[in-house]
């Protein structure tokens, strides 16, 4: 009798481990990435500032003058003393008893030592802030001309010198009284200081 061979057996193959899952995206390879980008935004954001304060500090001093118990040669020499290439008027009413003062005879004056002359009225203060610094009421002065600041006329006016003052023109503003702490003129030379961070120099002439 014929033996036949015993079936051979299947062979039994392992299935190979799979693989852990991986994220559906590639991966960056390379170095972590580091803050550099955020470091480069607050650079940029930072920049504008420094630049803003840079510039304040090429620009010339911003400067202001009362004309109370002095000449009008006087205003004239320590207006070119200080090298002003701009006299701005910040009286409501450019008009004065006192010879040379008045607007178009100061005018005048100024354009004789080569500088220029702007008479923003809109700037001055209104009648009743004049009549509370000439009875020294200061604190009075200050309430009334702060609300006429808000008005557009005066904001308008503000702003226009502001971009003066910021082309580097050297400004002077001219009222009357001769110390700024009794004059409108402190106050405008505060607002220009805030707006654009240049110094104030207020100037005396020498008196009669």
Known sequence: MVRLPAPSRPIRREAAPAAAPGPAFSTWQGPAPTAGKNSTDSARLDKPRASRHSAAMSLPPFFTIGYEQVSSAA????????????????????????????????????????????????????????????????????????AHLATPTAQEQLDELTALVKAGRRVCVLCFERHPEHCHRQMVADLICERVGVTVEHLMAPPV
């Not at 450019?94 to 008479?119: D, N, P, Q, T, W």
């Not at 923003?120 to 009549?131: M, N, V």
Request: charged letters at 25%; zero cysteines; glycine letters at 16%.
């Open 75 to 146: 205003v004239l020499d320590t207006l070119s003393g200080a090298g002003v290439d701009l006299l701005v008027d910040v009286r409501a009413v450019a008009a004065s008893r006192r010879a040379g003062f008045s607007k178009s005879h100061l005018a005048a004056g100024v354009s004789e030592r080569g500088i220029g002359y702007l008479h923003l009225r809109g700037l001055g203060t209104p009648a009743e802030g004049r009549q509370a610094a000439r009875s020294g009421h200061y604190g009075e002065l200050r309430r009334i001309y702060d």
